[in-house]
């Protein structure tokens, strides 16, 4: 059965860091693409970044460029999102999905299995 499992989120000062973990059971990660997406309170969900499993980064969000960075330890079947210089309108949950399928993009409705969400609070 897989299972995706998110952790790292939390509440955090404008400026800050937080690295952002989905580990996986059931499947290995390595063999498929990897997406996260986050949901702002009212708002819609949005892909943040995806990254293929030929590690080839297939989408990051003009919003979070230069600031995110997503990566994976194979080892560890584990993907991650490294968030730096967070803002109050980073302010959301954030989800990885898997998508079983090999594609050039990233979209929330192709994804396969989702994590649960870890919360994400940026304010002063």
């Known amino acids: 059965q897989v299972q995706l499992v998110e952790s790292g989120g939390g509440a955090v000062q404008p400026g800050s860091s937080l690295r952002l973990s989905c580990a996986a059971s059931?499947?290995?990660?390595?063999?498929?693409?990897v997406g996260w997406f986050r949901q702002a309170p009212g708002k819609k969900r949005e892909v943040v970044s995806c990254?293929?499993?030929?590690?080839?980064?297939?989408f990051i969000a003009d919003s979070v460029k230069g600031r995110f960075t997503i990566s994976r330890d194979n080892a560890m079947n584990t993907v991650f999102l490294h968030m730096s210089d967070l803002q109050p309108e980073d302010t959301a949950v954030y989800y990885c999905?898997?998508?079983?399928?090999?594609?050039?993009?990233?979209?929330?409705?192709?994804?396969?299995?989702w994590g649960q969400g870890t919360l994400v609070t940026v304010s002063s």
């Open positions: 990254d293929r499993g030929d590690s080839n980064v297939i």
């Open positions: 999905a898997v998508d079983f399928w090999y594609r050039s993009y990233c979209d929330g409705d192709d994804m396969d299995h």
């Open positions: 059931g499947i290995n990660l390595m063999e498929y693409t």
